[in-house]
Structures are given as structure tokens and as C-alpha cells.
């Protein structure tokens, strides 16, 4: 079940004076107090002090933080007893006393809003959200908190940007309001400040250039759903968009899981990082092999470096991963990040497409052999098999289906000893043209003479150590099925 973020969770507290304090407040015992000007009046039946009048006042911020106040004096030697009672001021609708003598909270009182019968509860569609019972609702923060846990799944917002306001009247409340109504019900419309400040046409959203930006807003009712909409609506994901809040000519970020802070006019600058399709459909990008050949992929739906490695995957015919991008000096670095302002420094920008050969390449054109390590002579695949090998996986699983073992039972070695694994597609490149693969695979008796390669698999919270060779399968679904590595045990 989902919680309203307590005041600690908050994005930033707010700074209260004594004058916050004034109003009536509610303690557990179900009396209620009243503020006046900094002077507390007790409420009828606080046992011993009904009749005492205190005064509030701040104190040190350095020395007890912020929002800290007391009340009467401390005990000196050989006077009346102690009247010292500190609070602290969490919200403008909760007060919380620290005292030992009186650790107790109250919450603000707003008699108006207590006596209705009814608060139901609507979103800007009719739609009814909740109906409350009034009588557990002593003010508009503990409604606001209601209406937040039962309007999340819609909003998904924090707390403090739900938004109440009376229906017809148009009243928008704040967590100090009071309200009247005649009617036995009272219908309060659910929304959310940014959805407010865009009903009235508040919100303005310009360009880099100073320039408006236009496009739809309806159904906006977070930061998160307006970056969302402006990526949806420039075609780019939302990390490629960046919203700054200018205002008093300064200019501040804006980032999809913070809360909004309300205004009544609000200009947002709109900035948006150049994806990978819009930088190549300028011919801002070119793309060259290793043998210096410019190459021409379909790149109009790719945003960031993986789309355009995929991309590259599919004009090629190979997986994503058998494709990276080198750049200078000499092609020995490899990009990793995209970085667009790093990379369009200049006016254009080259990278180098590497790629690794497939298993079925290797084979039919660089005439790399498959040969059996202990006899050398070929493993008898065949040749349609040969074709669809793409992966070093692929090889070995292959072979251990011809030689009827698990592929955790098939080594693939090169002519100095250098082992293939599939996570390493690149070693591939280096393999020249000639040369073999020699395969080396495991004998099932020495299991059944109980020599075990067992290897710890870590399923549901269990630590179950099995042998890779013999024992249960299940526990390595989801696994890649290679011999054992010299780093695991």
C-alpha cells in the first residue's frame, strides 16, 4: 500500500514563524487548543491547565534547527516548578511537542470542514475516486493525504502536488483552508498544480531559441507525464530531453521525479540532445569500416548508441553485439557513450564500424578449421549446420549435440592455447585466415568415476552446488551452457 512521504522525505522544509502557529489545533485526548497572536489557550479539560496563557517563542535555529518553538520557563533553583515545553512545527497542519511531560501531536482544526457529512472525491473526468466520511477529517492536509493514496495510480505524483477544489465554487484549497458548504456533500475535484497552472494557460514552454514551443498538454498532470509528452512528441526518448525553469532570470532544471512548485505563470525551456537518426539524416555522421568502406544502414529510428548498433546489426546480418564503434587516435578506443556534444565538435564526425565475424563466416570464407584437439581431424558437421552458426554458443552447442554431451562439456581452444568464450564475440577478429579451432570434448566416465566439475548456482535465495556435467539442468536456466571458467568454483 503506498504512504504519504513523511515531512523528512519532502524535497526541501519549509522555514514557519510564530504567526503559522495561530489557529485551532486538535491533541489525541480530542480537545481542542487555540493560538492566538503566539499565545496558547488551553481547550476545556486539560487537567492543570486550562487556565495558564503561554507564550510561544522561536528557538535558536543553530542550536535545535529549524521550525523549533517553547513555551514557558525552565525550573531555577528554588522557584516554581518547570513549564518548558518544546515543539516543533512539521507542517502547517502538524505539531508535534518533544517535551517528556507532554510528547503528544496535534493537528490543525478546521471546524468547517469536520462538519460535513460527506467529502467525495472526483477527477477531471467525473470519475468518483473516493467518498470520505467527514467526520474523521479534521483539515485539508488530512484530506489531501486521502485523496493522494486513492488518486496515485493516476497521478503518480508526491503529495504536496495534489491539488483539491470545491466544486462548483472553483475554490482551490491549501492545507490551511476552511470551507462551508450547505449541502450535506461536498465535492472536492482531484488534480494535480501542474494540471491547474495548464488549465489556466500558465504554463509557457519555449524553445533553446527563445522561440514557442508548441504542442498538446492535455492529459498532463506530473513533470514526469510532460517530459514524457515532449518526448513522445519530438520522437526521442525521455533521457534525451531536459527541462529548465526560468524565472527572475535565472535558470533551473527541472527533473521528472521532483514535485512541482506552484505558480501562476511558469515559463519552461524546452532542450533537446540530437538523436542518432537526426544527426545522420543531416550527414552529420559517417560510418566506415576497417577497410575504410562507407556504409549506408538504416538509421531512422535510432536514438542512442545501442539503436545504432543494432541498426548496424541488422544491415549486416549479425547481433548487435558483434558490432562496435572505434574512434581516434588510430582507432584503438572504443565508444562506449554516446556523447553528442563530445562528438559534433566538428562540423562532421567518423566512426569506425568493427565488426566480428560469425562462426559461418569464419568457416566459408576465411577457411578456419573445426578440427578434434586429441586426433585433429575435422568434426563432420554439416553443411547447413555450418551456415546458421553465428555465436561462439552456437559452435558449441552444435558440437556437443553431435557428440551427444552438454555444451559445458565442449572446449574450444586456439592454436596458443587461448580459449573462445561467447561473451568475448571480438576474439573472433583475431582468429586469421587458415587457422583451427580445436576442439576438446569432456569424457562422460568421469563423472560416473566421480570426478565432478560442480560449480555453485545461486536460485531463489539457495546456494545449490552441482556438477555442470551430470547434475540437474534447472539449476542453470537462464545460464549460459560453457565449461567451467579458471576463476570459478
Not at 151 to 158: D, E, L, V, Y
Not at 390 to 408: C, F, G, K, N, P
Not at 461 to 471: K, L, P
Request: aromatic content about 6%; glycine content about 6%; charged content about 20%.
Amino acid at each position: 500500500m503506498h504512504r504519504p512521504p513523511q515531512e523528512s522525505e519532502r524535497r526541501e522544509k519549509r522555514a514557519f514563524a510564530i504567526r503559522d502557529l495561530d489557529g485551532s489545533w486538535l491533541c489525541p485526548q480530542g480537545l481542542v487548543h487555540t493560538i492566538e497572536t503566539g499565545v496558547l489557550r488551553w481547550g476545556a479539560g486539560k487537567q492543570g491547565t486550562s487556565t495558564e496563557l503561554l507564550t510561544f517563542r522561536s528557538d535558536r535555529q543553530d542550536k535545535h534547527g529549524p521550525n523549533h518553538f517553547s513555551v514557558g520557563q525552565r525550573k531555577r533553583k528554588g522557584s516554581t516548578p518547570s513549564t518548558l515545553r518544546r515543539c516543533i512545527l512539521r507542517s502547517s497542519c502538524t505539531l508535534q511537542w518533544t517535551s517528556p511531560r507532554m510528547a503528544e501531536t496535534w493537528q490543525r482544526f478546521r471546524p468547517n470542514v469536520a462538519i460535513a457529512k460527506t467529502v467525495t472525491l472526483v477527477i477531471a473526468d467525473g470519475t468518483v475516486v473516493k467518498s470520505i466520511n467527514a467526520s474523521s477529517i479534521t483539515n485539508v492536509e488530512k484530506l489531501r493525504s486521502t485523496a493522494w493514496m486513492h488518486a496515485i495510480t493516476r497521478f503518480s505524483c508526491p503529495l504536496e502536488d495534489v491539488s483539491l477544489t470545491v466544486d462548483p465554487t472553483g475554490q482551490v484549497l491549501n492545507d490551511e483552508s476552511d470551507f462551508f458548504s450547505s449541502e450535506e456533500t461536498i465535492t472536492l475535484k482531484v488534480s494535480t498544480n501542474l494540471a491547474d497552472l495548464i488549465a489556466c494557460n500558465g504554463l509557457h514552454l519555449v524553445s533553446s531559441g527563445e522561440s514557442s514551443f508548441d504542442m498538446s498538454l492535455s492529459g498532463v498532470f506530473t513533470l514526469r507525464q510532460l517530459f514524457a509528452s515532449v518526448a513522445h512528441h519530438t520522437r526521442r526518448p525521455i533521457s534525451f530531453v531536459s527541462l529548465f525553469q526560468l524565472a527572475n532570470g535565472t535558470r533551473e532544471e527541472m527533473l521528472p521525479h521532483h514535485g512541482f512548485v506552484t505558480r501562476e505563470t511558469l515559463q519552461v525551456e524546452v532542450c533537446l540532445r540530437a538523436t542518432v537518426a537526426e544527426i545522420w539524416s543531416s550527414n552529420r555522421l559517417i560510418l566506415v569500416d576497417t577497410h575504410g568502406q562507407q556504409m549506408q544502414p538504416d538509421l531512422s529510428t535510432a536514438h542512442t548508441l545501442d539503436d545504432l548498433r543494432a541498426g548496424i546489426g541488422r544491415h549486416t546480418m549479425r547481433p548487435s553485439r558483434f558490432v562496435r564503434f572505434l574512434v581516434a587516435p588510430e582507432n584503438t578506443l572504443e565508444l562506449k557513450q554516446w556523447d553528442t556534444a563530445r562528438l559534433l565538435q566538428t562540423e562532421k564526425v567518423t566512426l569506425t564500424v568493427q565488426l566480428a565475424p560469425t562462426i559461418a563466416e569464419l568457416i566459408g570464407r576465411h577457411d578456419v578449421q573445426i578440427t578434434s584437439g586429441l586426433s585433429g581431424n575435422p568434426i563432420p558437421l554439416d553443411a547447413d549446420i555450418h551456415s546458421k552458426l553465428v555465436s561462439i554458443q552456437d559452435l558449441r552447442e552444435a558440437i556437443a549435440s553431435h557428440y551427444h554431451v552438454r555444451a559445458t562439456g565442449v572446449q574450444l581452444l586456439l592454436a596458443l592455447g587461448k580459449q573462445l568464450w561467447d561473451s568475448e564475440p571480438f576474439d573472433l577478429c583475431d582468429i586469421p585466415t587458415g587457422e583451427t579451432i580445436s576442439v576438446f570434448v569432456r569424457d562422460l566416465g568421469l563423472c560416473k568415476q566421480g570426478q565432478h566439475d560442480e560449480m555453485t548456482f545461486h536460485n531463489n535465495g539457495y546456494n545449490d552446488r552441482v556438477c555442470i556435467h551430470c547434475g540437474p539442468t534447472h539449476f542453470m536456466e537462464g545460464r549460459t551452457q560453457e565449461p567451467k571458467r579458471r576463476f570459478e568454483w
